[in-house]
């Protein structure tokens, strides 16, 4: 099977409502575990689905996704962030949760929401300022400090 047809594999079975679409669904993270492709990060990133009936698998994409360089997978799902966010919010909030816990990570976010277009860093700025909202130690400072830095032009 190749990366492309494992990533459609993956989209298709992403309900993960039963045993065989679990079973597609990881035969197809093998395939791109094994076979790295950056290409194919904004489509892997556009499998997560809030309406998933299988989370703690759904949560083995993020772990994959999390495998490939911060550049390349931040840049991706900023590519496709206005999508991702009306697909998957719930996932697309634990993406930010993730990235804003790593140094490297929000470095690299930092960098790359400051020259997204306006569009996604609206988006991106308004997730962060629930995160900062939420209060939660150490995470809402994070996210303020992005704020600080990447979102001035959408205050």
Same mark, same amino acid.
């Given at each position: /099977?190749?990366?492309?047809?494992?990533?459609?594999? /993956?989209?298709?079975?992403?309900?993960? *409502? %039963?045993?065989?679409?679990?079973?597609?669904?990881?035969?197809?993270?093998?395939?791109?575990?094994?076979?790295? %492709?950056?290409?194919?990060?904004?489509?892997?990133?556009?499998?997560?689905? %809030?309406?998933?009936?299988?989370?703690?698998? /759904?949560?083995?994409? $993020?772990?994959?996704?999390?495998? !490939? =360089?911060? #550049?390349?997978?931040?840049?991706?799902?900023?590519? $496709?962030?206005?999508?991702?966010?009306?697909?998957?919010?719930?996932? =697309?909030?634990?993406?930010? !949760?993730?990235?804003?816990?790593?140094?490297?990570?929000?470095?690299? !976010?930092?960098?790359?929401?400051?020259?997204?277009?306006?569009?996604?860093? *609206?988006?991106?700025?308004?997730?962060?300022?629930?995160? @900062?909202?939420?209060?939660?130690?150490?995470?809402? #400072?994070?996210?303020?400090?992005?704020?600080?830095?990447?979102? $001035?032009? @959408?205050?």
């Amino acid at each position: /099977m190749t990366t492309a047809a494992a990533v459609e594999a /993956m989209r298709s079975s992403s309900g993960l *409502g %039963d045993e065989r679409a679990v079973e597609t669904f990881l035969a197809g993270l093998r395939v791109v575990e094994a076979h790295p %492709d950056p290409a194919q990060l904004p489509s892997l990133h556009l499998i997560l689905d %809030d309406a998933t009936a299988n989370t703690e698998v /759904m949560f083995s994409l $993020v772990h994959l996704l999390e495998t !490939y =360089t911060p #550049d390349a997978q931040i840049a991706a799902m900023l590519s $496709v962030l206005p999508e991702l966010q009306e697909r998957a919010g719930w996932w =697309t909030k634990a993406l930010h !949760y993730r990235i804003l816990n790593s140094d490297e990570a929000r470095a690299v !976010y930092m960098r790359l929401l400051s020259d997204a277009q306006s569009e996604t860093r *609206g988006i991106a700025c308004s997730i962060l300022g629930k995160i @900062e909202a939420e209060g939660r130690p150490g995470v809402s #400072d994070r996210a303020r400090l992005v704020r600080a830095s990447a979102c $001035v032009r @959408e205050a």
